[in-house]
């Protein structure tokens, strides 16, 4: 399919009549993966997506694989020229699918799971127990316990009244629990009010004053292995010195418990690391890794990474197609089949998602203004407004970065059955979930006396 001919990528592929100032040219040339092509229209990783959207309908996710991979590879990468090698726990509640989960596998990664739900996906994925750190502030009795039989690598700690129940937990099943606390370290990071982590109102983690005395008295608990700390101070981060005021304030302490003889050895960094929706630049990885190098000095710590969202958004769509436009005195609509029941994100966050045309003629066309809005009866099921040519009824659309929180995150409301997801690896789209069918809405419900 390499030799189809791309009228928008690079300069000296470009057709004459595409503007290449506009915004959706913009955004599919920050894309390598993706580009339209004379004939097939918009195709990733070299698949028509057109092709895709015939084949399973629409709406449907569809992800990249070797995106997933060159991301993983270039954090492995770009740590290992600054000389350090964390343990790649991805995040799992990004993007959960079962293929998701072992292509990263893998690559190496393991996983940070929240519930048991995740711990046994990501065991059914073949990543091991060892492998997997354990966060969530309200983990359930079962849950603990069951990790620890299985032998978690990480139980990262929430509070004081966590680590009691864990000690109890571990105890009460002559196991040892290897647990880091979890700092909040009150710094105000993140991309929108809702997901941001580390301030101290926030109800994750531990205070960092409260956390040197739990650390000793975590020591003195039966059942339990203090291994050392953690922190994720929120997502979708762009600034290495946020990252940099939280990681400071827990090396002070590790040094500190270090000094009066109480061994610190793992440091959980967490995740956050932002990507772009728009045409604008990504997370400085390499500043980051840098400034990671340089606060840890010579401390032989082991590293721990979280990221979700940096390895998975880039690698996934929404293609949708358009089924109505509707317009009126005071705005142009365009309606999609796809919805806040599919990608929550901006209802939930006012998040943008960039959003193109599929069809290489479309791309062609001037812009107009226009509302993208999906079926569901909220105001808030409204992707934003947007520059785009004239969308017909029946045209496709792409909603770009939605691979991490986005399949994840999506519900039936609405009666909306869950969007198919395609998986493309090795030159290959896969089918990786069938479209649910409107009968398994109800599948599991129970009507008494009916
Ligand atoms: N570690 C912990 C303990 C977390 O709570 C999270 C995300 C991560 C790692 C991964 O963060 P990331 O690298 O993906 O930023 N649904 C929201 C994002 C919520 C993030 C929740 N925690 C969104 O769509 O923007």
Not at 74 to 84: A, I, M, R, Y
Not at 240 to 253: C, I
């Amino acid at each position: 399919m390499n030799d189809r001919p791309i009228i928008a990528r690079e300069s000296r592929h470009s057709s004459p009549v595409l503007d290449r100032d506009q915004p959706w040219h913009r955004l599919i040339a920050g894309r390598p993966n993706l580009a339209w092509h004379a004939m097939d229209g918009l195709c990733f990783d070299d698949i028509p997506l057109a092709a895709i959207a015939t084949a399973h309908g629409t709406p449907t996710w569809v992800y990249c694989g070797t995106i997933l991979r060159d991301r993983l590879n270039l954090l492995q990468s770009t740590f290992s020229k600054v000389g350090l090698s964390p343990a790649i726990r991805y995040a799992i509640k990004a993007n959960d699918h079962l293929a998701i989960l072992t292509l990263l596998r893998q690559s190496g990664a393991g996983a940070d799971v929240t519930s048991a739900g995740e711990f046994a996906r990501a065991a059914a994925a073949g990543i091991a127990p060892s492998a997997m750190v354990f966060s969530g502030v309200g983990k359930r009795t079962d849950e603990i316990s069951h990790a620890i039989e299985a032998g978690i690598g990480q139980i990262n700690v929430e509070s004081v009244e966590e680590l009691a129940a864990i000690s109890a937990i571990a105890r009460a099943r002559n196991r040892t629990a290897p647990v880091a606390l979890r700092i909040n370290p009150d710094v105000a990071a993140g991309g929108h009010d809702k997901i941001s982590t580390g301030r101290a109102t926030d109800k994750f983690g531990i205070l960092l004053r409260d956390a040197g005395p739990l650390y000793r008295h975590a020591a003195t608990l039966p059942g339990i292995e203090p291994v050392g700390f953690s922190t994720h101070i929120g997502s979708q981060i762009f600034s290495p010195a946020l990252f940099e005021a939280a990681y400071s304030r827990v090396l002070t302490l590790i040094d500190a418990l270090n000094a009066e003889g109480h061994p610190v050895t793992r440091f959980d960094l967490g995740g956050g690391f932002g990507i772009p929706y728009d045409d604008g630049t990504g997370f400085p990885l390499p500043a980051y890794t840098a400034m990671v190098r340089r606060i840890l000095a010579d401390r032989p710590l082991d590293l721990i990474i979280e990221p979700g969202r940096w390895l998975a958004g880039p690698a996934g769509l929404l293609l949708a197609r358009v089924t109505l436009t509707k317009h009126t005195e005071a705005a142009n609509f365009t309606i999609l089949d796809a919805g806040m029941n599919d990608l929550l994100r901006p209802a939930l966050y006012e998040a943008t998602h960039g959003i193109v045309p599929v069809s290489a003629i479309d791309a062609t066309q001037p812009a107009q203004s226009t509302e993208i809005v999906g079926p569901v009866c909220e105001s808030s099921d409204r992707f934003g407004t947007y520059d785009l040519p004239a969308l017909t009824p029946g045209v496709l659309v792409a909603i770009l970065d939605a691979g991490a929180y986005g399949a994840a995150m999506s519900s039936t409301y609405n009666g909306r059955p869950l969007a198919a997801q395609v998986l493309i690896d090795r030159g290959q789209p896969h089918l990786i979930r069938m479209r649910q069918t409107i009968e398994q809405l109800w599948r599991d419900e129970i009507v008494p006396n009916p």
